[in-house]
């Protein structure tokens, strides 16, 4: 049973950091690529990382590029989010997903993924 389960989320000030965690099991995570979502209220979600099993290759979306840094620990099978210098609108509820295959394939894509954890709450506010 795949079972993705994501911790870390949080209140943080305008300019603060939070680190995601994503466990995953019931597969083995280095076969997939492994990706993290997020939405905010009335709002779609969102595609804001992604990183490849084969080189692992990262990507972001611009709105978080050069703030955020996703990272992979094979051996724990856990997928990591870094977020520094966090802004108002990165509030959203923060989504892990697997990728259906080993590379990051049209990443922004929920339809790309097939298996997602529960969310984290991440609110940035003064």
């Known amino acids: 049973q795949v079972q993705l389960v994501e911790s870390g989320g949080g209140l943080v000030q305008p300019g603060g950091s939070l680190r995601l965690s994503c466990a995953a099991s019931g597969f083995t995570s280095d076969y997939y690529a492994m990706g993290w979502f997020r939405q905010a209220p009335g709002k779609e979600r969102e595609g804001v990382s992604c990183i490849s099993t084969s080189d692992g290759r990262t990507y972001y979306a611009d709105s978080v590029k050069g703030r955020f840094t996703i990272s992979r620990d094979n051996a724990k099978n856990t997928v990591y989010l870094q977020m520094n210098s966090l802004k108002p609108e990165d509030t959203a509820v923060y989504y892990c997903?697997?990728?259906?295959?080993?590379?990051?394939?049209?990443?922004?894509?929920?339809?790309?993924?097939?298996?997602w954890g529960q969310g984290t709450q991440v609110t940035v506010s003064s």
């Open positions: 997903a697997k990728h259906q295959i080993y590379y990051c394939s049209n990443y922004r894509s929920p339809r790309n993924y097939d298996y």
